[in-house]
């Protein structure tokens, strides 16, 4: 008998996955002028062009309910969506939001996670448009699909990196990550013995960038006012060194970035050394910080030299020069992109 050939999702990985499954889908419709593989497809509608993207997060992969209140994880599963169109130059317009949930929750706990997609829906102005509604055998299911408007001429794609254009990232990188450790550390405690408090003082900061991320779209109306168009744009869920590894693989360069240039903030660095953890391994390989990483053409450097949230980390490189991260003494290291994997 012949058997079956198994592979593990482990194997392939989740970008890896995603690249065999889509392989064999053909585009049919003159309308798709960009189907996956960026933050978003981009699709035609008259002289302008829609946006779209779609996430779905899942109770016990994405989210604990042990220590996210629903109203963060409502707020935040809109955010991520949001970033995904901020991320192509786009502004959000609408969302549809679609639950699966087991009848452990009451109705006032499905209000706590509306109250959330609610905030976080006036908060970007976006409306809420339609959805589904289904139970689920285990646990919590949402999936937000986004919808955006922008122009043909003033996308950013993670495909137009140019050599010598400069790198910029927005905010400061790893907070996430480090309170996604401190919120795993203070649950351990609890379950261990539930008299326990949790001791969450002088972590709020890196809690709140786990639990409640802003997507940047404040940057993408000040770019907008500035005329600054990204050569290149994605957003950070994955990580730094991941989301350089799109760019540089998409636009067929190179990159290299200084290490005393990434922006992470005193609180992340501070809580990172007490973790033992490494905080440039936080910025490069952290997840879900929800910044924007972009390209700008050197023209375009004067009118954000000023801006106080945007940090520019380093250069577009040729495409042999390869991926590099030049440490504070001055060694260049080749940049590995762990990245932030589910499977
Ligand atoms: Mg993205």
């Known amino acids: ?35 996956i593989g960026d933050d978003a497809a981009v699709i035609e509608s008259g002289d302008h062009v829609k946006v779209l993207t779609t996430d779905l997060l899942l109770e016990g992969v994405h989210f604990d309910l042990s220590y996210a209140p629903l109203q963060h994880v409502g707020f935040k599963a809109v955010a991520v969506n949001v970033s995904d169109v901020a991320a192509m130059n786009a502004i959000p317009t609408q969302i549809t939001v679609s639950i699966a949930l087991s009848n452990r929750f009451s109705v006032e706990a499905v209000e706590a996670l509306y109250a959330g997609i ?32 922008g122009k043909k001429e003033t996308l950013s794609y993670r495909s137009g990196a140019k050599v010598n254009d400069i ?47 802003d997507a940047r779209m404040d940057i993408i109306h000040e770019l907008r006012e500035l005329g600054v168009v990204p050569t290149s744009m994605i957003d950070i869920s994955d990580g730094l060194a991941s989301e350089l590894f799109h760019i540089s693989k998409a636009s067929d360069v190179g990159v290299t970035i200084y290490e005393d240039k990434l922006p992470i903030d005193k609180q992340t660095y501070d809580n990172a050394v007490e973790l033992n953890m490494d905080p440039i391994t936080c910025v490069l390989n952290g997840g879900e910080d929800y910044e924007l990483l972009f390209t700008i053409d050197q023209k375009d450097f004067e009118k954000l030299e000023k801006h106080a949230d945007v940090h520019f980390i380093g250069h577009v490189a040729k495409p042999e020069e390869g991926k590099h991260l030049v440490t504070k003494s001055g060694t260049a290291v080749a940049l590995k992109a762990q990245g932030w994997k589910h499977f």
């Open 118 to 149: 609610n905030a976080a829906a006036a908060h970007y102005g976006v409306d809420v448009v339609g959805g589904d509604t289904t139970a689920s055998r285990s646990g919590l299911v949402i999936g937000i699909t986004a919808i955006g408007e």
């Open 1 to 35: 008998m012949e058997e079956q050939k198994r592979t593990e999702i482990g194997s392939l990985g989740e970008f890896g996955l995603i690249d065999r499954l889509n392989k064999n889908i053909e585009i049919k419709n003159p309308s798709t002028f960009k189907g």
């Open 167 to 213: 790198i910029c990232v927005t905010g400061d990188l790893g907070g996430a990550l480090v309170g996604l450790q401190i919120l795993e550390r203070e649950k351990q405690v609890f379950m261990a013995d539930p008299n326990m408090k949790p001791a969450l003082d002088g972590y709020s900061y890196v809690t709140g960038r786990q639990l409640k991320p």
